[in-house]
């Protein structure tokens, strides 16, 4: 995908799925420090009182994963 619509791709598959897709080179802050990871997956767990889910991505970070909201992260080009 040439750069604008592969944002567009993201951006969609995001709004529809809940987590950005399997393989995504994202970064985003940790310790202070700016980060670079892969998207491994999804994770999901519902939200007292109201009983809505919350979600986002698992992100592969140094040998661990990790899960981050999808506000947290941005995408690496």
Same mark, same amino acid.
């Given at each position: ?31 202070r420090r *700016? ?9 999901k767990k ?20 990790? *899960?981050?909201?999808?506000? *947290?992260?941005?995408?690496? *080009?």
């Amino acid at each position: 995908f040439p750069s604008h619509d592969r944002k567009i791709y993201l951006f969609g598959y995001r709004a529809l799925l809940g987590r950005y897709p399997v393989g995504t080179f994202v970064r985003f802050d940790h310790d202070r420090r *700016e980060a670079f990871g892969i998207v491994v997956g999804k994770w999901k767990k519902p939200k007292a009182p109201f009983g809505y889910v919350h979600d986002g991505s698992l992100v592969l970070l140094s040998g661990s994963i990790q *899960e981050k909201e999808n506000w *947290e992260l941005k995408i690496f *080009e």
